[in-house]
């Protein structure tokens, strides 16, 4: 057993905290049990399913597999810092247009990686974005719609670069 | 009645949560006062307990208590199993929550911590000292019941958990027949991994007995009906959440010691207690599936004529009896192996087998991707056999649209359908005949491409409740709902199904919004919580649209009717002279005149002036118990390439054409199909439960148990047709079990057409590289590709 603790300096979802946790603690488990953002789901214990997927500093990281030691001083952005306001991410809007969840539980993950996947790439090709989702398990959706998600997410994006298409919101509503 | 929203596509409501990081899971919840607990898990796939210290475990920083099984074993009941089918001499074996003097598959639960955190929880189980005197295991159920293998209770000395026959005598129909083809089928063992672990969160007010257990449940009425026994709490005083389920597939079925001794300890305590597992638990502590060895004979003519089928099977039933485990290989199994075709006999023999394994329970399709891959697989060998095309042979055996109602040779009666319309539809939809000669050129290029198909028919929405009982399922399968509306006009709607990634709050949204004509957005669908909805059996067996769905369309119908007559006071005509439609009651022929449904719920809670003998409110109940089952059918082809060098099975093209009566919701029906599709893949491609000699699970995580992955799928195409069910008011079929039933056969059917130049009839799932190569280098040894 560990008793040490550590004081950590980060940013999660643009606010500045600090924490005093346990060393062992995960970064997954500061935000679920120290900070309260449960929106962050843990799927396995081998960092195989990226169900816990968040950014850190702008990469899409499995915060099962690091230590919130290694967070300090560190940008985090989990499923609940996506959205501007009341305005959803492209990959939140696509993901609900596209049918591409179901239960819910990986989709904190899979959003987190396709959000990544949008701002760094734009191959619309499903062969990339099958290859960019290989790093995350969904038992329900069989990916298809994960797929398409992530390239109306592409297209989301590019629309709202274009000044024309403000104001699109009302395609996530009812 | 008009229909706005069915058959739209309607973004799901339970999406706005869910991609906000605003679901409500069982682990996401935190009480004051909670304390975690943790289970100690036999290491052992067959030992006794000699004796269990916990001395030292329970010093540890952050312990509260450890229970050991003698210490909980007088004031908990054991595990039940519901499901006890008729003539099935099913061996009712003990199952103590926490092992007492011998344990019986890797996994069982032997003790159980509870601390302040959860790092406590889990130290502490190190520290427990169990000494254990390992004895013989055995994991396989063929040999499990040879005489020498060990013998797992007392209540069944031959480790035969049940034997059970069905069907029709088919020996003079075998000893006459031109044509008799056998195979036996390995079904490998699954496991279910729903991406939430399971999760209990139990609280405990030790003034007025009232339990509140949040649990990853599918069916949380039935955990408070069986927990409510185990734990001895009145059944009114336990409340059983399921709010958001992260997936369940059959496996969030079961009534788990874990959640038992979480709800025990709670109590005990008086203090909220937590239990979650790893994923590393759920892999041993959470039901398993399928485990099947089959023998299975087919007599036909040579023309291509089925005659008769007969299935003899080994069923792995794992060390103890789960929740609905014995309804599986026999009920949901042997009554439809004879699939879509029109046999005149058949027959199923089932032994169900103990072993030192995680017990075996519902597994998306539970029992009708097992019948399905047997029969599916059988007619391609028969094919093979008498040198016909597989979708000649199916045409011909298909039971025609003429035919139904359509009695099957064990009494079951299909409702609906148009088998051929599907077979047609695919094979247009792919060009069978150009695929056919791309296969023919590939070949002769020395690269094999295969064509799998699989036309079949389930049983599903679980079903009749007169049905359950003859079958001895231990509950009902109605279902319930109630429907609410507040004076403003706004709904509440309760069902007693328990969706957990489904979209019922859409779907069931739909079907209120069109037949009350309120906004969507106005009807709030509630589930998931025994307190709030009175009584319901859940959601499995693709049940909760059909059963579910047609107990919503009855309420709706009766606050059409309450209100028709409250409309016909405020209108001042007779309740005869009302016209009904989308939420506006009208004089015949005056629409101009019309009142809205809003206004007359309204006045049906102000009261001021109600008709005579009319009540205020306007709430109303159903309990619909549907007539039949439903039967959803179709047709799935898989396209593949193997690549002899490496045995690599690549699929290229999948299609699903299904027919499950009118879709809600298109999109979410086509999402079903998809889910269910690429898990029936990953059982004949990638996954697989293995047990070493001593039964140590060695495919115990996601390192080692090859989850399907988005890389090893082309797009999925799907199609519909759409034949009404006569046996519920929606004329719905259940779609959520479809994908995996039909394309497990599909995609090995489609390899072993790859692989039938080799010579290769069969092979055993999953279909991996080495096994593939495998087989192809003994077809080289012995002279190469014809």
């Known amino acids: 057993m560990n008793d040490s603790k550590v004081t950590i300096n980060l940013s999660v979802n643009g606010q500045d905290t600090t924490v005093r946790v346990p060393s062992r603690t995960l970064l997954s488990e500061l935000l679920r049990d120290t900070l309260g953002l449960t929106g962050t789901h843990v799927g396995c214990d081998t960092s195989q399913c990226g169900v816990c997927t968040v950014w850190m500093d702008g990469l899409a990281v499995k915060s099962c597999t690091i230590l919130a030691a290694q967070a300090d001083q560190s940008a985090v952005v989990t499923v609940e810092g996506l959205a501007r306001g009341i305005t959803l991410h492209p990959v939140q809007r696509a993901f609900q247009a596209e049918h591409g969840l179901q239960c819910g539980f990986c989709t904190p993950g899979a959003m987190m990686l396709a959000a990544w996947y949008i701002q760094h790439h734009h191959e619309t090709s499903e062969t990339a974005i099958r290859e960019a989702l290989d790093g995350l398990i969904c038992r329900c959706t069989g990916y298809e719609n994960i797929v398409r998600s992530v390239q109306r997410a592409l297209a989301f994006q590019q629309e709202d670069e274009t000044p024309v298409a403000a104001g699109r919101e009302e395609e996530v509503s009812s | ?786």
């Open chain 2, 1 to 786: 009645m008009s229909r706005k929203l069915w058959g739209e596509n309607v973004a799901r409501r339970e999406d706005i949560r869910l991609v906000q990081g605003q679901g409500q899971f069982t682990d996401d919840r935190v009480l004051p006062g909670m304390l975690y607990a943790a289970i100690l898990r036999s290491p052992h796939a067959h030992a006794k307990i000699r004796q269990i210290d916990v001395a030292s475990a329970q010093k540890m920083p952050g312990v509260i208590k450890v229970y050991t099984g003698s210490m909980v074993s007088g004031h908990l009941g054991t595990i039940p199993t519901a499901w006890i089918p008729p003539d099935s001499q099913l061996k009712m074996v003990p199952h103590p929550p926490l092992a007492v003097d011998r344990v019986r598959y890797v996994g069982e639960a032997v003790a159980l911590v509870v601390a302040q955190d959860p790092y406590q929880a889990e130290e502490a189980l190190y520290r427990i000292l169990v000494d254990y005197e390992p004895l013989p295991a055995i994991s396989d159920p063929v040999q499990a019941l040879e005489s020498s293998s060990p013998r797992l209770h007392e209540e069944a000395p031959e480790n035969v958990a049940l034997h059970w026959k069905v069907g029709t005598d088919t020996d003079e129909v075998f000893s006459g027949a031109d044509v008799v083809v056998r195979q036996t089928f390995r079904q490998q063992r699954l496991i279910p991994n729903p991406m939430e672990p399971r999760s209990a969160l139990v609280q405990y007010n030790s003034a007025t007995g009232d339990m509140t257990a949040w649990l990853t449940t599918q069916n949380p009425h039935i955990h408070r009906f069986l927990m409510s026994g185990i734990l001895g709490i009145p059944e009114h005083k336990l409340r059983v959440i399921a709010q958001d389920v992260g997936g369940g597939f059959g496996s969030k079925i079961a009534c788990y010691a874990d959640e038992v001794l979480t709800a025990f300890a709670a109590r005990d305590l008086m203090r909220p207690v937590k239990w979650t597992e790893s994923r590393s638990e759920h892999f041993v502590a959470t039901t398993h599936g399928r485990d099947h060895y089959d023998e299975v004979e087919l007599a036909g003519t040579k023309a291509g004529r089925v005659l008769a089928v007969r299935v003899k099977t080994y069923a792995n039933m794992g060390a103890y009896l789960s929740t609905a485990g014995p309804g599986v290989p026999t009920i949901l199994f042997g009554l439809i192996v004879n699939g879509a075709y029109d046999i005149a006999q058949a027959s199923a023999e089932v032994y169900g087998v103990f072993t030192n394994t995680t017990p075996v329970d519902a597994y998306r399709g539970a029992g009708r991707p097992e019948a399905t891959f047997l029969i599916e697989r059988i007619m391609d060998v028969y094919a093979r056999e008498i040198g016909m095309d597989p979708v000649e042979l199916r045409r011909i055996n298909l039971i025609k649209k003429e035919q139904f109602p359509y009695t099957n040779p064990f009494g079951i009666v299909y409702d609906s359908g148009d088998y051929h319309q599907t077979l047609d539809l695919a094979l247009k939809t792919l060009d069978y005949a150009s695929l056919r000669q791309e296969r023919e050129a590939l070949r002769r290029q020395h690269k094999y491409m295969g064509v799998g198909f699989s036309t079949y028919v389930e049983m599903c929405g679980l079903g009749p409740s007169q049905v359950a009982g003859a079958v001895g399922f231990q509950g009902g399968l109605w279902e319930s709902a109630t429907i609410r509306l507040h004076p403003t006009g706004k709904a509440t709607v309760l069902t007693g199904a328990s969706p957990h990634g489904q979209g019922e709050e859409t779907t069931f949204g739909q079907i209120v919004a069109d037949r009350l004509g309120i906004p969507l957005e106005d009807i709030d669908v509630v589930h998931g919580d025994t307190d709030r909805v009175s009584m319901g059996w859940g959601t499995y067996g693709s049940r909760s649209t059909a059963v579910g769905g047609g107990a919503l369309a009855k309420a709706a119908d009766r606050i059409v009717e309450k209100a028709k007559i409250i409309a016909a006071h405020m209108l001042e005509v007779p309740v005869g002279a009302v016209q009904y439609d989308a939420g506006q009651f009208y004089p015949e022929g005056s629409r101009e005149r019309a009142v809205g449904i809003q206004d007359v719920t309204l006045q049906a809670h102000l009261g001021w002036n109600l008709p005579e003998g009319v009540e205020p409110g306007m709430e109303v109940s159903a309990f619909y118990d549907p007539t039949n089952f439903t039967y959803p059918f179709g047709t799935h082809v898989a396209v593949v390439s193997v690549d002899p060098d490496t045995g690599e099975v690549k699929l290229l093209r999948y299609l699903a054409v299904d027919d499950c009566g009118p879709a809600i919701n298109p999109m979410i029906v086509e999402g079903q199909v998809h889910g269910g599709v690429v898990q029936g893949v990953g059982q004949a491609l990638y996954e697989g439960a293995v047990y070493d000699g001593d039964g140590q699970l060695v495919s115990g995580s996601f390192m080692d148990y090859a989850m399907p992955k988005a890389r090893f799928f082309p797009r999925l195409e799907t199609q519909r047709t759409e034949t009404p069910s006569p046996h519920n008011p929606l004329g719905v079929k259940g779609v959520g079990e479809t994908g995996t039933i039909a394309s497990t056969p599909a995609v090995v059917n489609a390899v072993m057409d790859a692989l039938s130049s080799f010579g290769v009839v069969n092979l055993d799932m999953p279909l991996t590289p080495p096994k593939v190569w495998q087989a192809i280098q003994t077809s080289m040894a012995k002279g190469g590709p014809s």
